[in-house]
Structure formats: structure tokens, C-alpha cells
């Protein structure tokens, strides 16, 4: 059967990837000339396995990894962190993994359309029997189908690549400073560093957060003064966050009965919490591919809703803790509680990070307690 992919990043790639494996005529349309050329976010991969590359530098790999480590700051001079060990990921130059990728696809087969737009109406056009939309956001599909307005909760986010040896933020894990407070507003910042001493940094918040920074400019500069880093030019972009999956939109029909089904952001499969987006984008792919193989494409939003399920219900109730209170001190004793929490427990188990704040009673207590008080109007 020939498949149109439209967008060659990680979800499109990983499609082509599953679909090449099943014996289809597979054709990728991607808008750049380059498929490295969206090269950057912040770069770490979660979910390797899914990517069939072997996990070394040449290939865009630069360093496994050992964990997230959460900072926190409460007051000047005092620092508490949390390690969450991780199974397996990597830090990436993610533009040399996309390459990689796209060549080794060529060798097998695929049809590669660089530098090749596909318009939301040219959807009708694309002459495959399934058009697959890795579009990203917003994705083509959702501009053909009218949906672009659903997205429930942006987050904005400015990343930079930038020299940096730090002695906090030791090399071979990923840090997010949580909340971010650490600048003066709600959100969060990370710096993911690699082994040539070059870091992947960032800022982000929720666009409609009443703490956002009023002025992004003075939060960037705030951010370069806290992590001691030159003038930055950063790059912004908007991850496409939803509140439920809006899994009824992961599979349309055009009028001509063609189906389009949507994978990775284009899907909405972006973590709501930690904002990371390939390794989601890379299990939608397989998901889609599953179904199509077990010639069931119609149950593949469900399958993608309930794959995801347990992780938004933890990543709500995550944000649901530092979004409420905003008691620094309070929020430092929930890192420290979270210390040693393997990161896929905290990713996929919601019941895993509040059975470790139960363990800590007066710590649940005041957690209630400060959320109430949130929820009735009084706090900040
Ligand atoms: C600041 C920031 C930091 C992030 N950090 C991380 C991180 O550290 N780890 C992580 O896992 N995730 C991270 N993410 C999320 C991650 O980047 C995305 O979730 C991931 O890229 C989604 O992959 P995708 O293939 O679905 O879409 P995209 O990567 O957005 O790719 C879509 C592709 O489609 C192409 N395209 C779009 N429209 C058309 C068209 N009409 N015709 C042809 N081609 C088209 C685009 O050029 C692009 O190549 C971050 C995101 C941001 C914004």
C-alpha cells in the first residue's frame, strides 16, 4: 500500500521506519531541504529503543544518561535536589540523529521529498491509500480539518545551545530547576549538558499562567544572570500541551474516504508535564504501526488514549502540586521527597509520586492544606 508521511522529524521518520518493515511503498514529505534542519529543542531522548540508530556520537548520540536531577532553590543559599534515576536516554545533537535517520531510510526504500510542502487542501491531492500527519503543531491535518484552535494549555518555551561547564549541573544528567521561581515566575528552566561542554538550555512557562513573566525579554536576561551565561539569542517555540489527549482528532477522513492519522505532536502526545515530545512522538509511531499491521486502524486513538492515560494523569497531578501553593520551602521538601523516585514511575505512575508524599505526613498535610487554601482564593 503507498503511505504519505507528511513531516520528516522523529514521529515521521519513526512511521517510515515501522511502515518500510511492513512491505509499504512509503513517501515522507518534508517542507526542509535538510531533515536535520529542526535542530534543536532540548535534545533529550527518551524511549532509544525506538529509534533504530545505533546510540553513538556518530550517529547524533552524544551521552547516555543517568537521570533528571531536580533543583530548587527556597531561599538564597540553600539548594535541594531530587536524582530520578532513568533506564535508558540520551542526550542528543538531535539535527545529526534526523540525518542519520532520513539516510538510512533512503538505503531501505523510502521516498524522500526534501524541501517539499504539503498545503492543508494538498492534503486531497497525496495519492496514498493512509496519509500519516507528523506535522508537528500546528499540524497540517488540524488546519484541514478546522481543529487548530483546541489546544487546551500552551507552554512556551526559549532554548538556547551554549557553552557551559558548571559544577551544578554535572554532566550525564538532565536538570530542571522546578518551579521556576528561580527566575521570578512560574515554570521551569533546564540545562541538559553534553560531553564537548556545550549545554542545552532553556526557559519555559505557561503563556496563560496569571505568574508569567509580563516581559520575556527581562526573564531571559534574568535566566542568563541566574545560570552566569553570556547574552543569549533564543530561540522560542510553543509546545502543544493538551488536558485530555484529543485522541477523536488522531484519526480523520478525507471525503474521499482516505484516512489521515496523526502521530506526535500532530497527535497531541506530548508529555504535559516534562514537555518531551520525541520519545512520545516514537510511541505513537509504533502504536499506529501495531494497529495498522493487526489491520485495525480504526482502534488506534483508542490504543494511543489508553497508552498515554497513566502518564497524563501523573503529569497533571505533578503540575496540579508546584502550579497551587507557591511556597518555595514547601515545594523544596516535595523535591527531597521525590529523591530517588525512578523518572519512569514519576513519568507513568500517578500513583507512584503521591504514595512517596504520603510517606512524609506532615508534608501531605501542609499540601492539602495549601491547595485549599489556593483553591479558595488566598494564596500569593
Ligand atoms: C523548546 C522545546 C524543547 C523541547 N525539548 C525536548 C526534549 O528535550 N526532549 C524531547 O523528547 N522533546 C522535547 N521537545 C518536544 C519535541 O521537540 C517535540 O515533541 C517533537 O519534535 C515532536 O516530533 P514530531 O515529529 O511530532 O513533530 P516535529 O518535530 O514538530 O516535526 C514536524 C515536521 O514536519 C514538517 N512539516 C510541518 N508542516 C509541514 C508541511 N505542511 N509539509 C511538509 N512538512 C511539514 C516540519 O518541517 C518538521 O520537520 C521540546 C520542544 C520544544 C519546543
Redesign the pocket.
Known amino acids: 500500500m503507498r503511505v504519505d508521511v ?7 521518520l519513526a512511521v517510515a521506519e515501522h511502515l518500510l518493515a511492513q512491505g509499504h511503498d512509503v513517501h515522507v ?4 531541504r535538510d531533515p536535520g534542519v ?1 535542530d534543536a ?6 524511549e532509544p529503543a525506538l529509534c533504530p540508530l545505533p546510540k553513538d556520537a556518530a550517529h547524533g548520540f552524544v551521552a547516555r544518561l543517568q537521570g533528571f536531577m531536580m533543583h530548587c532553590w527556597p531561599r538564597p543559599g540553600e539548594h535541594v535536589t531530587a536524582r530520578l534515576p532513568v533506564r535508558e536516554a540520551y542526550m542528543s545533537y538531535r539535527h545529526v540523529v534526523q540525518r542519520r535517520w532520513a539516510e538510512r531510510l533512503a538505503k531501505l526504500g523510502a521516498e524522500l521529498h526534501l524541501g ?4 492543508p487542501q494538498g492534503l486531497d491531492a497525496l495519492p496514498g491509500k493512509l496519509v500519516v500527519d ?4 500546528p499540524s ?1 491535518g488540524a488546519q484541514r480539518f478546522g481543529f487548530t484552535g483546541e489546544l487546551r494549555k500552551p507552554l512556551l ?1 526559549f ?1 538556547a545551545n551554549v557553552p557551559l561547564r558548571d559544577e551544578r549541573f554535572s554532566e550525564g544528567w538532565l536538570h530542571a530547576i522546578v518551579p521556576s521561581h528561580f527566575t521570578e515566575f512560574s515554570g521551569y528552566t533546564w540545562v ?1 549538558p553534553r560531553p564537548d561542554g556545550v549545554a542545552n538550555v ?1 526557559v ?1 512557562w505557561d503563556p496563560l499562567d496569571p505568574h508569567r513573566p509580563r516581559d520575556h525579554r527581562h526573564a531571559l536576561r534574568a535566566t542568563e544572570e541566574r545560570l552566569g551565561i553570556a547574552e543569549q539569542r533564543w530561540v522560542g ?3 502543544p500541551i493538551w488536558e485530555g489527549l484529543p485522541v477523536e482528532r488522531a484519526l480523520q477522513h478525507l471525503p474521499s474516504g482516505v484516512p489521515v492519522a496523526a ?4 497527535a497531541g502526545a ?1 508529555g504535559p508535564l516534562t ?7 516514537l510511541e505513537s509511531a509504533s502504536l499506529l504501526a501495531d494497529c495498522l499491521a493487526a489491520g485495525q486502524l480504526t482502534r488506534y486513538p483508542e490504543r494511543l488514549r489508553a497508552h498515554f492515560r497513566g502518564r497524563d494523569e501523573a503529569h497533571w497531578r505533578i503540575r496540579s502540586y508546584w502550579d497551587g501553593p507557591g511556597d518555595l520551602r514547601l515545594f523544596a521538601r516535595l523535591v527531597r521527597a521525590l529523591d530517588g523516585l525512578p523518572f519512569e514511575q514519576l513519568d507513568r505512575d500517578p500513583r507512584a509520586t503521591l504514595r512517596r508524599v504520603v510517606r512524609h505526613p506532615g508534608l501531605a498535610m501542609r499540601f492539602g492544606l495549601a491547595q485549599a487554601w489556593q483553591r479558595a482564593g488566598w494564596a500569593r
Do not use: I, K, Q
Open positions: 507528511v513531516g520528516g522529524s522523529v514521529g515521521g514529505w518534508e517542507e526542509h529542526f529543542c532540548g535534545e533529550a531522548w527518551t517539499a510542502r504539503v498545503a507528523a506535522s508537528g503543531w497540517v518555551a532554548y541538559f532553556g519555559g517555540a510553543n509546545l502521530v506526535g505532536d500532530a506530548v514537555g518531551d515530545g520525541m520519545g512520545p512522538a
